[in-house]
């Protein structure tokens, strides 16, 4: 009997983790039918921290009440009246956590140890509108998959608090959304066809299963279960749209075959995709991990650009200023200069009656404000003024320190996601509202 419950035990692990990994690049695209102007959310992370002092500083001054950019985020300048940095806030759950686990926590504000994990706010929104479009979200990351619990490829966590793995396929990620090739679009349904037999074969050991099992594990695989019955429900979903007709998107431009060995132009790619995929109405909701705690090809990116050292080795040394704060200020500068050009894409582009970032807030941020020191995140809001975001403004909360969460309820209730509490806030923030 003991052998038996073991195969069906594997089965139902396989079954379940086959469906998972598929999911991300089965979805097909299409536009909402509905005619409001979209409310959008993109949450971008760099691990580690950033360069905070000196004239390489990531902070801007604010100078007769406008922001004033230092040399790494220079290229904001432009868009100066449309940002909002904020100081002082952090997830209280995180602050004595390891110092490599709170890319974890970023957009969830729980600890990565703690048996019960909130999920994270682009996914709150997405269960509320992302039945509006064709990808409730994209989660995405420079080096892809999951991580380890702790060391966290991707930002964004599901209802049960587990993580979903962020892609870095962008030919992937751009056929799935935009190719209409019939060969293409037959494999796609094929491996639907294949995911829901998979479901089928656990849901039918089920009961079998559940007979066998104690009290306690009854109540964990029904939980379990119930996620399988959303991903089944999922599957039904991307049938329904399988038939409608793609966005017609062309490639020209897109550096679909960019990796690691060319960052600029793989990040530059990736920007273009959520562009598109928001122009479209394809999602309203992304996350991206620019630069996760990990030891990668990409966190060697800055030798690859001169300055000597890995992004972990520049973010440590960086405490000691001079030359070593400096190098890490070119590496921000690095990542600034590519999402200023994706805040301008989105401030050129006419919508309603303004342009797609008056209705799209950006996070931009870590959970460092050094490295491995995790209080005092370093925040940045760019776009949003038609959900009510007031711009323009530096808030440092000093003292007086809401957690995190708070910020985080209050975008959701801006994205008139109607909720009255996320994670461990205390309330919404006026300060960053009209």
Known sequence: MAKRTEIHRRTFLRGTGGVALSLPLLECMAQDPESEVPRRFLGLYVGHGFALH?????????????????????????????ITVVKGLEH??????????????FLTGSNPSTAVKSPSIDQVAAMTHGHKTRYPCLVLGNEGGLGGEGRSNTLSYN???RGIPSTNDLRGLYDAMFNSDPALRKKQRQRL???????DRVLESYGE??????RDDSRKLEHYMHALREVEQEIERMERWAVMPKPQVPADGLALNASVEDPGAFIRTMYSLIYLAFKTDSTRYATYMLQSMNSSKWDNIPIALGLGGTHHVLAHNAVQGGGHLEK?????KFQADLLAEFITKLANTPEGDGTMLDSTVVLYGSSNSQTHVNTDYPLMLVGGEK?????????DFGEKTPPLSSLYLTLLQALNVPTRQFSDSSGTLSEVMV
């Open 209 to 214: 299963m559940k007979q066998q099992i104690g």
């Open 54 to 82: 000196g004239d390489w500083g990531w902070y801007p001054n604010l100078v007769d009440g406008e922001l004033r950019f230092g040399k790494s985020m220079a290229a904001f300048a432009p868009h100066a009246k449309r």
């Open 387 to 395: 959900l009510g975001l007031r711009q323009g403004d530096l808030h």
């Open 159 to 161: 209802q049960f608090g």
């Open 92 to 105: 209280p759950q995180c602050v004595s956590a390891g110092g490599h686990s709170t890319a974890d926590s």
């Open 193 to 199: 066809g294949k995911d829901q037999r998979r479901v």
């Open 328 to 332: 890490l200020g070119k590496y921000d």
